[in-house]
């Protein structure tokens, strides 16, 4: 991501996945539930795009946090 750029509250794989720092193979594999012992990210479809909100990738991150702290 550039970094003089904002970061969009709506953002499409390839931003969601630089902002998490992971391939969009792998965050493909979280949001459709593919990957044992995460919970799958939120995230809704127009057409063949992937939408995820921030909103929705911060409090998953959160989530996991708690998770991983038990």
Do not use: C
């Not at 539930?33 to 998953?60: M, N, T, Y």
Request: overall charge positive; aromatic content about 6%; cysteine-free.
């Amino acid at each position: 991501m550039n970094p003089a750029r904002p970061i969009s509250p709506i953002m499409n794989l390839k931003q969601a996945a630089a902002y998490l720092q992971v391939s969009k193979a792998h965050l493909s594999k979280v949001i459709n539930g593919k990957v044992h012992g995460v919970l799958p990210v939120r995230s809704f479809r127009v057409g063949r795009r992937v939408l995820i909100k921030r909103e929705w990738i911060d409090q998953w991150l959160e989530t996991e946090r708690r998770e991983t702290a038990r």
